[in-house]
């Protein structure tokens, strides 16, 4: 009996079954990322690229093709307008309450979205700012359009030469009389979103202005400019605000008499001009006295 319970015991106590494994290779921290995976590594999840993950780059590229020009175009606005109320400033003080022209600029700016602290800081620049000239020069652009360019400089020399040499590029020249095309009136400007061309004439007539006309402004949205005499702009403003029209600006303008028709190519020319001679640090405005060739 004892030597069968010997037998079970022995045949119950087998020697573990000897299980192979892989031998584990260690690979330093950073080694790691340039050796291949080998064949006993865990499956590792595929990471896919997506549209999602390059947003960033699309986003920049978007940002400076299109915000890019827009925000260059505003800090040029910004600049004429700084120009306009160093001009204003200089014939009537820099109180808005009594300089009706520095008035209606701090209006344009408002309505242009320029912020208040820019707005003050012009004024009081052009308090401190040193003497300044103001000159319009006349020229004639491609076709025979005519152009009036109202500068402010501290060299006059400097400015005539570099408007000078501008036209001569841009097949334009200087040219005395061209400001006979034009005549100094009141504009009174204001949206022209739910306003018929009737209703707007009514409006002119009630109010006192002479003429409307139907734009388009920087942004390409329709406005209507209400054009009277200079000594009648404060009434026709304050007219035209009873009638209910929101205004955005109210100021002297140069208004063409006699309008020069060109073709498509004259005026792609006269556009490249017009726009050159704007982006000239010393020059405020240029009026011309263009239309289409229908």
Known sequence: MLGLT????????RPPRLVETAPVRRVPLSASRWLSPPSWTCPVRTLRLSTAFCAGHNKWSKVKHIKGPKDEA????????????????KEGGSNPELNINLANLVEQCRSKNIPKASIDAAIKNAEKAKPASQ????????GGCALLIETLTDNNTRTHQEIKRLLTKKRGT???GARHNFIQMGVVTAPAEDVSAEKALEMAIEAGAEDVQETEDEEEKLQLKFVCAVSDLNKVRGSLEG???HITSAGLEFVTRN??????EQMEAASSLIEALTDLPDVVRVWDNIQADS
């Open 243 to 245: 009638l209910g029209l």
């Open 6 to 13: 010997l037998l079970r015991a022995l045949r119950t106590q």
């Open 174 to 176: 200087l040219s005395d």
């Open 74 to 89: 505003r800090g040029k606005m910004i600049s004429k307008f700084g120009m306009m109320i160093r001009i204003a400033v």
């Open 135 to 142: 000159h319009m020069f006349e020229a004639r652009g491609p």
């Open 259 to 264: 309008h020069s028709c060109l073709d498509q």
